[in-house]
């Protein structure tokens, strides 16, 4: 099992940035795949970026493509997401989730494919 708190969450004026770290506890953390959603209210819980387990092959939501970088520490047991160019429609709860995997290069999408979640952070951005 994994444990998952984020951090780094916010309010921000729109143009600026945030980094939310996701930190992970209990055993082989590396052997996740790793992902970010978020929540608006009154929407769906929809992928943002995920990371394989090694780092590779990220991906990005069309919505956030450019302006989010996704990167993983597994010495640290962390996950990031870097976020610039802030817009108002980005406003949610931001969640990380992990998925027990077995291969370097498997990248997960779904919100169905996650097990793991952590409690959310709140990002506000204000026009």
């Known amino acids: 099992q994994v444990q998952l708190v984020e951090s780094g969450g916010g309010l921000v004026q729109a143009g600026g940035s945030l980094r939310l770290s996701c930190a992970a506890s209990g055993r082989s953390f590396s052997r996740y795949a790793m992902g970010w959603f978020r929540q608006a209210p009154g929407k769906e819980r929809e992928v943002v970026a995920a990371?394989?387990?090694?780092?590779?092959?990220?991906y990005y939501a069309d919505s956030v493509k450019g302006r989010c970088t996704i990167s993983r520490d597994n010495t640290k047991n962390t996950v990031y997401l870097q976020m610039n160019s802030l817009k108002p429609e980005d406003t949610a709860v931001y969640y990380c989730?992990?998925?027990?995997?077995?291969?370097?290069?498997?990248?997960?999408?779904?919100?169905?494919?996650?097990?793991?979640w952590g409690q959310g952070t709140q990002v506000t951005v204000s026009s």
């Open positions: 990371i394989s387990r090694t780092g590779g092959s990220p």
């Open positions: 989730a992990a998925d027990l995997v077995y291969s370097d290069y498997t990248v997960r999408v779904g919100r169905r494919d996650y097990d793991y």
